[in-house]
Nanobody, 124 residues
């Protein structure tokens, strides 16, 4: 099992910045990906940004150039620096940890763990 503890959400004016952090604990695999998803009211959960333990990055187009993601692998912690925030960034942000493995049939599968979510509200 893996536990994820998030911090850093809040209320900010448009154009402002926030930093989210997420610390993972428990049975951590050395090869994994940590990142952030978000879900706005009435919308599906979507990927914001993620970074693998090997350094591979993936960003949503809507946040490129504004958000950065970093990891401290020694602390199993991931950070999301959000700059130039817009009202449309308002959502509940969820930390995600996942890894891939081969199941008993040899099929590649993905195991996900989620944080409890932290609210980010950007006022116009």
């Amino acid at each position: 099992q893996v536990q994820l503890v998030e911090s850093g959400g809040g209320l900010v004016q448009a154009g402002g910045s926030l930093t989210l952090s997420c610390a993972a604990s428990g049975n951590i695999f050395s090869i994994n990906t940590m990142g952030w998803y978000r879900q706005a009211p009435g919308k599906q959960r979507e990927l914001v940004a993620e970074k693998s333990s090997g350094g591979t990055l993936n960003f949503a187009d809507s946040v490129k150039g504004r958000f950065t993601i970093s990891r401290d692998n020694a602390k199993n912690t991931v950070y999301l620096q959000m700059n130039s925030l817009k009202p449309e960034d308002t959502a509940v942000y969820y930390c995600n940890y996942h890894y891939y493995f081969r199941d008993y049939q040899g099929k590649e599968s993905r195991k996900d763990y989620w944080g409890q979510g932290t609210q980010v509200t950007v006022s116009s």
